[in-house]
């Protein structure tokens, strides 16, 4: 394995012992640094004492343990979302964000991460402002672990400072790839980033703490299902018929419904998770009665989940979010068939929380991307 300069959150747990073992030291040191980089958060190798002075040295020498820069901050007026704009190594930018939730009777207090695992996105969804923004690049493993690690490290801080009131609890409860890009067009970035979210020598987060979001991609959506990580499954669907569906999200022409919907009956068959669809809704483009009951056709006696967000604002007065009333009415022709719903109130929407809709206002306030 080379020693060039690495950064350190890229390599798998196989190649951080390799780069151990090239350094002379015995495979045990890997699962020490882990603990340093995920159960002690540390920011540099010199930390991380229990590592001899000599190796702190060479891993400084080989490798980088560099976080993301953040050259943007934005906190919603309830202060409940932060949305974060990283600038990469390469000078582009990408977005995350962490929700809080409270906890309510049936679930516990989350704190939720969302992020990018692309700097744009190939797919080109008409309502999106990462479709409109076109595509750059895939994300390394690295790059994706280390939006979840800058939260991490924030939360953490702040857990540290109020010790007294509560005990130090887990920064991050929840990861969603549901930032910029589709997380399945780059897989092998994307599954190395969720292999180490569920390590027990990474964050250990359970499979179903992380969620995939996906527009639909069917080969890889039945890949996944072979995994022996079952992550829970989103799918953006917006849309119950494929001549709308191909206008909104155009892939949909490569894998229409009559591919997607029996994938994912099967991903629930093959994984006993229930996949999500995500609906979001605009106003006279999805959102009417006829819209819902073909949508419960499509979903009849499928063992799965809705959710029905009203759109964000975006730059195209096409689509403009559905009034409430139109949501609630939309969701009482899905419950009435049988279909189980709930309405996501988009969160942050005052700080432009949609994805990738901070990154197109600094792209059109600056000349670097
Ligand atoms: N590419 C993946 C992951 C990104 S998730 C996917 O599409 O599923 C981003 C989510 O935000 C998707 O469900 C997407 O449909 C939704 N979204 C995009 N633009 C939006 C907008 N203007 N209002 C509300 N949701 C939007
Ligand atoms: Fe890409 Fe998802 Fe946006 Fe479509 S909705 S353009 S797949 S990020």
């Not at 002690?40 to 702190?56: C, H, I, N």
């Amino acid at each position: 394995m080379e020693t060039t300069h690495n950064n350190i959150i890229d390599l798998s747990y196989t190649q951080l012992k390799e780069l151990v073992s090239s350094l002379g030291e015995p495979a045990y040191r890997a699962d020490q640094l882990l603990w340093w980089i995920y159960g002690k958060l540390a920011t540099s190798f010199e930390e991380m004492t229990d590592l001899p002075q000599s190796l702190r040295q060479k891993l400084a020498e080989a490798a980088s343990l560099s976080g993301l820069t953040s050259v943007d901050e934005k906190i919603s007026a309830d202060e409940q979302t932060r949305k974060v704009l990283f600038r990469l190594d390469d000078g582009r930018t990408i977005e995350s964000s962490l929700m809080l939730y409270a906890a309510t009777g049936s679930s516990r207090e989350r704190r939720t991460v969302c992020v990018s695992t692309q700097v744009g996105c190939t797919m080109g969804c008409s309502f999106c402002a990462t479709g409109q923004q076109g595509f750059e690049r895939n994300l390394s493993p690295g790059e994706i672990i280390g939006q979840i690690l800058y939260f991490m490290r924030l939360v953490g801080a702040e857990q540290k400072n109020n010790e007294e009131q509560a005990p130090a609890r887990r920064p991050v409860t929840n990861v969603v790839f549901m930032g910029m890009g589709e997380p399945l067009a780059n897989y092998e970035k994307v599954w190395q980033a969720v292999v180490t979210l569920n390590s027990k020598h990474g964050l250990g987060l359970g499979a179903r703490q992380i969620t995939i979001s996906t527009v639909g991609l069917v080969p890889q959506i039945r890949r996944l299902a072979g995994e022996s990580i079952h992550v829970e499954l989103a799918i953006s669907l917006h849309a119950a018929n494929d001549a709308l569906r191909n206008k909104l999200v155009p892939v949909n022409k490569k894998y229409p419904l009559s591919h997607l919907i029996p994938a994912c009956r099967d991903y629930f068959k093959k994984t006993g998770r229930r996949p999500t669809f995500e609906y979001v809704l605009f106003q006279g483009v999805n959102d009417s009665v006829n819209q819902a009951h073909e949508l419960a056709h499509l979903l009849e006696r499928m063992n799965c989940q809705v959710n029905l967000i009203a759109g964000n604002p975006t730059a195209c007065k096409e689509f403009t979010p559905s009034p409430m009333k139109m949501v609630l009415a939309f969701q009482k022709i899905l419950s009435d068939s049988g279909i189980s719903s709930t309405i996501r109130v988009s969160k942050g929407v005052d700080i432009e929380a949609g994805c990738g809709q901070l990154r197109s206002r600094w792209i059109a306030n600056s000349s670097t991307p």
